[in-house]
């Protein structure tokens, strides 16, 4: 007990650590208890950290920080209008394509699992195969219910989602062109003597800026490249499934595990098992391959490289904390506690420039 309280006194009689502290402290008070409330200003946040590398380019070219802010504004509001009246639109209809003919695939699936017994006899009994078809039954009907329900939600959220509309690009154009003099008005209130706490937040700074930025990149290009090889290949709703495919990216290892499932589950009741079948799986392979072995190596060599065990658990935490949000800042979120242990004073090295 005398060791754990003299730590204590050691460590936060330190006010640089002790100002760090408290700050992360009402940064998890607000984010859990008023993150609802604050959603429409925290995605804004996100997409001006996505925005503010294109108007550094442009100010880095000569142009005026005003003019900078308002032209990639500008092409943001442009990318918004295709997704709007572009990809979602194609998107329900192949989305209800599918749900359309979920009555097929499900009457097939049931038919093979019946036929386990004959072909297995050893391994399956009629009652084993009736029992699997039982509970699959039963977990289609819990998910149409969840869709219903969802549905009905949407509904009711659309005003929601209309006011976001109006809001949202408010806030990314001020949070774009009055950064600075944000960032200012916040460190008004923050004591002059805060080295340690800048030079955290400098280094999370960078690697969120560049996470967030690399994320969305690379969302967009394993998209692209899903679509071109699965309309290629003929491969049926080939825009639904590339979206899912780029959307799993957000978390890693487990994404691309889930969504492998939908996928080959399309292509094997549309073909079969044959060679557009194995085709398929093999290009999916290979852009799953590509993706982790190239691109995100590419795109996230400034990220602190974080153990594939301290990613899982980082999504488990943040996820089941703050939902979606919590799952697609599960990296940088562990990386903050990652540069807050590297600096913190009493580690080798580290106590001196924390004090200084």
Avoid: C
């Avoid at 509001?77 to 192949?94: C, K």
């Avoid at 800048?198 to 679509?227: L, P």
């Amino acid at each position: 007990m005398q060791l754990i309280t003299d730590w204590f006194k050691r460590t936060f009689a330190d006010p640089q650590v002790m100002l760090l502290t408290v700050l992360l402290a009402v940064g998890f008070v607000v984010v859990v208890f008023m993150g609802h409330m604050l959603a429409p200003v925290l995605a804004s946040l996100v997409i001006a950290y996505l925005l503010e590398g294109l108007v550094g380019l442009l100010e880095r070219r000569r142009a005026p920080r005003l003019l900078a802010v308002s032209v990639v504004f500008v092409l943001f509001m442009i990318f918004v209008a295709l997704v709007l009246f572009g990809l979602l639109p194609q998107l329900s209809y192949q989305t209800s394509q599918l749900v359309q003919q979920l009555p097929n695939m499900i009457a097939e699936g049931q038919r093979l699992l019946m036929a386990l017994p004959e072909r297995y006899p050893e391994i399956f009994s009629p009652q084993q195969a009736q029992e699997i078809v039982d509970v699959v039954r039963r977990e289609i009907a819990g998910y149409g219910q969840q869709v219903v329900s969802l549905s009905l939600a949407s509904v009711a959220g659309l005003l929601t989602v209309l006011v976001y509309l109006v809001l949202m690009p408010l806030l990314v154009f001020f949070f774009l062109k009055d950064s600075d003099r944000i960032i200012g008005w916040f460190a008004n209130y923050l004591p002059t003597d805060r080295g340690f706490v800048t030079r955290v937040w400098a280094d999370v700074d960078r690697q969120i800026a560049n996470y967030v930025r690399g994320k969305f990149w690379e969302i967009m290009i394993v998209w692209a490249v899903s679509f071109a090889t699965f309309s290629v290949l003929g491969l049926q709703y080939a825009m639904l499934l590339a979206v899912l495919v780029g959307l799993s990216v957000i978390i890693p290892y487990i994404g691309a595990t889930v969504v492998t499932f939908p996928v080959l589950l399309v292509a094997w009741f549309q073909w079969g098992w044959g060679t557009d079948f194995i085709t398929l799986s093999v290009a999916y392979l290979i852009i799953q391959a590509l993706d982790g072995n190239v691109l995100v190596p590419l795109l996230f060599s400034e990220v602190v490289n974080l153990h594939p065990v301290a990613i899982i658990v980082a999504i488990l935490v943040f996820g089941g904390l703050w939902g979606f949000w919590g799952v697609f800042f599960a990296i940088p979120l562990a990386t903050l506690v990652n540069a807050v242990l590297v600096a913190w004073p009493g580690r080798s090295g580290n106590s001196e420039t924390a004090a200084g």
